[in-house]
T-cell receptor
Framework: EAGVVQSPRYKIIEKKQPVAFWCNPI?????LYWYRQNLGQGPELLIR????????DSQLPKDRFSAERLKGVDSTLKIQPAELGDSAVYLC?????????????FGPGTRLTVT | DQQVKQNSPSLSVQEGRISILNCDYT??????FLWYKKYPAEGPTFLIS???IKDKNEDGRFTVFLNKSAKHLSLHIVPSQPGDSAVYFC????????????WGLGTSLAVNP
C-alpha cells in the first residue's frame, strides 16, 4: 500500500516569493493534516481536513497561508509571501476517521528554506 | 504550556540492551497515547499506541506502559538495535477537540553497536 506522498521534498526560495506544497494521502483516508515542524520541536498542526472541509484551521496564519482540498483527496498548502521564519519542514499526514482515536500516517515532508 | 513532556532530550544505550523512553503529561483528559519514530529527512512513523483503559501494549520488541495515576508513560525497546537510533516522539489526544494530537519535543535515541 502506498504511503502519504508529498512533493517537492526540498524547496529553497527567497523571502517574499510564493511557494506551494502538494500532498496525496493514503487511499481511503478521509482525514488529512498539514503540520509544520521546526528543529527540536514536535509537529505543529496547521490545518485538518475531513474530506474537503477544513474542520480545524485555528493555527493556520491566514494572512499568508492558504490550503485547499477540493475533491477531498489530495491537498495543496501555499505560502504567499514567504518569510524567513517560515523555514521548516512541512508535513502532511492522513488517517481514517471513524469517530474514535486513530493513528496518523505521515509523508516524508517538504523541507523549506527561505533565504 | 507543554502538556506532553519528554524530559530527556537524548539517550544512549548499547546494542542488545533495553531502551526506556519516558513521557509525562499534565492533562488528565488525555485518553489515547502514541509513540512515533523519526529518522532524519523523513516524516514521523507510527510505532505503537495505547488507550487509557489499558496499562500495557506490546508489539514485538516495543512495549508501552501507561501509569495513569502518575500521568506517565514509557516506551521499552528490547533488545535495542542500531536501526532503532532515531528521535522518538510521544503524543496524546483526548475525546473532542477533533482528537488533536499534542506532541512532546522528542527524545533522540542512539543505539551503539
Amino acid at each position: 500500500e502506498a504511503g502519504v506522498v508529498q512533493s517537492p521534498r526540498y524547496k529553497i526560495i527567497e523571502k517574499k516569493q510564493p511557494v506551494a506544497f502538494w500532498c496525496n494521502p493514503i487511499s481511503g483516508h478521509n482525514t488529512l493534516y498539514w503540520y509544520r515542524q521546526n528543529l527540536g520541536q514536535g509537529p505543529e498542526l496547521l490545518i485538518r481536513y475531513e474530506n474537503e472541509e477544513a474542520v480545524d484551521d485555528s493555527q493556520l496564519p491566514k494572512d499568508r497561508f492558504s490550503a485547499e482540498r477540493l475533491k477531498g483527496v489530495d491537498s495543496t498548502l501555499k505560502i504567499q509571501p514567504a518569510e524567513l521564519g517560515d523555514s521548516a519542514v512541512y508535513l502532511c499526514a492522513s488517517s481514517l476517521s471513524h469517530g474514535g482515536p486513530s493513528e496518523q500516517y505521515f509523508g516524508p515532508g517538504t523541507r523549506l528554506t527561505v533565504t | 504550556d507543554q502538556q506532553v513532556k519528554q524530559n530527556s532530550p537524548s539517550l544512549s544505550v548499547q546494542e542488545g540492551r533495553i531502551s526506556i523512553l519516558n513521557c509525562d503529561y499534565t492533562n488528565s483528559m488525555f485518553d489515547y497515547f502514541l509513540w512515533y519514530k523519526k529518522y532524519p529527512a523523513e516524516g514521523p512513523t507510527f510505532l505503537i499506541s495505547i488507550s487509557s483503559i489499558k496499562d500495557k501494549n506490546e508489539d514485538g520488541r516495543f512495549t508501552v506502559f501507561l501509569n495513569k495515576s502518575a500521568k506517565h508513560l514509557s516506551l521499552h525497546i528490547v533488545p535495542s538495535q542500531p536501526g532503532d537510533s532515531a528521535v522518538y516522539f510521544c503524543a496524546a489526544s483526548k475525546a473532542g477537540n477533533n482528537r488533536k494530537l499534542i506532541w512532546g519535543l522528542g527524545t533522540s535515541l542512539a543505539v551503539n553497536p
